[in-house]
């Protein structure tokens, strides 16, 4: 809740062109966004409701970031919606990645590589809330996940994930999305910010290139 609030802030300064105070509001609510995650497994109470509240959320206040961005630049709506869905596209990739490497780990599973049914809620939470923030969840991110397993539908089959390789791939994550916002918001560059997420998916076909050679060259050498 508390991300929320500091991402509505931002919106507000947004509209109001105080761009310094609204990067500020960005990154505060990417530290909380991480934070709440970090917070939850660190005390081993993860939870299924609150792993979809935060992805819903998310994609809500990234609608709502894009489009007061291009209210304010006077921009296409139409732009606005070509830019949130590559923008999307991007942290999917991110995330399809992270959530591979780390159930490949034993880590944290609240984050399924495929949201297919509804899980067994986890104690401390009700089934009947789970599959309500489930199928809101799909809704809002199924035709997302269905078009980056299209894309790389053998990623999960493979073996090395090297760390350099995922540093690399965050630059599609949430948090460094919201950085160059507020970078280009600080350098009063808000005009072009759109543009920028269309073409920066250009990199989703690079990742995907790198990530299918590493798998290759792996499996020659073995």
Not at 29 to 48: M, N, W
Not at 106 to 117: A, H, L, M, N
Not at 160 to 174: D, E, I, Q, R
Not at 202 to 213: A, E, N, S
Request: net charge neutral.
């Amino acid at each position: 809740m508390m991300f929320i609030a500091a991402g509505v802030v931002a919106i507000a300064c947004i509209l109001l062109e105080q761009f310094w105070l609204a990067a500020f509001f960005l990154i505060v609510k990417s530290i909380l966004d991480a934070a709440d995650g970090e917070l939850a497994r660190v005390k081993q109470t993860p939870s299924y409701t609150g792993r979809y509240f935060d992805s819903v959320s998310d994609i809500i206040l990234n609608v709502c970031f894009l489009y007061s961005i291009s209210y304010t630049t006077q921009g296409s709506l139409i732009w606005v919606v070509v830019a949130f869905i590559a923008m999307q596209l991007q942290g999917t990739l991110y995330n399809y990645y992270y959530v591979i490497l780390r159930n490949k780990v034993d880590g944290d599973t609240t984050s399924r590589v495929f949201e297919d049914k509804p899980p067994v809620a986890l104690p401390g939470e009700k089934q009947s809330t789970v599959n309500k923030w489930f199928w809101t969840y799909t809704f809002c991110y199924v035709a997302f996940d269905k078009a980056i397993y299209w894309i790389d539908r053998q990623a999960e089959q493979a073996h090395h994930y090297p760390k350099w390789f995922m540093t690399l791939v965050s630059a599609f994550g949430l948090g460094f999305q919201l950085l160059i916002i507020s970078v280009m918001l600080c350098l009063g560059l808000a005009e072009y910010i759109v543009a920028f997420f269309i073409g920066y998916s250009v990199l989703i076909g690079v990742f995907v290139g790198i990530r299918r050679y590493l798998n290759r060259e792996l499996t020659q050498t073995r």
